[in-house]
Nanobody
Framework: QVQLVESGGGLVQAGGSLRLSCAASGRTFSRYTMGWFRQAPGKEREFVAAITWSIGNTRYADSVKGRFTISDNAKNTVYLQMNSLKPEETAVYYC?????????????????WGQGTQVTVDS
């Protein structure tokens, strides 16, 4: 059974940084694309970033380009380094695994999801 477990969320001041991790287990994700999404209260889940496992090809939402960096350890963990965080980026951040098609920014394009980790940016 595939499991994705996020960690690293917490409370940070505006302008601060956090590093999220997503540990994958249960199968090999080599060559697959993994993604990070976020969902704020009352809003739809939105795409943040994606990376093709072990190749390093990355994609970002326009709103986070230049501030967030997605990476992986070529083994079983995907990271999201978030710098210069803004209060409006307060949300639950989700890891998504195994892109199956339909556009990297689409929620429906990923087969597996983690339980999410809360990120709160205090102004």
């Amino acid at each position: 059974q595939v499991q994705l477990v996020e960690s690293g969320g917490g409370l940070v001041q505006a302008g601060g940084s956090l590093r999220l991790s997503c540990a994958a287990s249960g199968r090999t994700f080599s060559r697959y694309t993994m993604g990070w999404f976020r969902q704020a209260p009352g809003k739809e889940r939105e795409f943040v970033a994606a990376i093709t496992w072990s190749i390093g090809n990355t994609r970002y939402a326009d709103s986070v380009k230049g501030r967030f960096t997605i990476s992986d350890n070529a083994k079983n963990t995907v990271y999201l380094q978030m710098n210069s965080l803004k209060p409006e980026e307060t949300a639950v951040y989700y890891c998504a695994g195994q892109y199956v098609g339909g556009g990297y920014s689409s929620v429906g394009a990923y087969r597996y999801w983690g339980q999410g980790t809360q990120v709160t940016v205090d102004s």
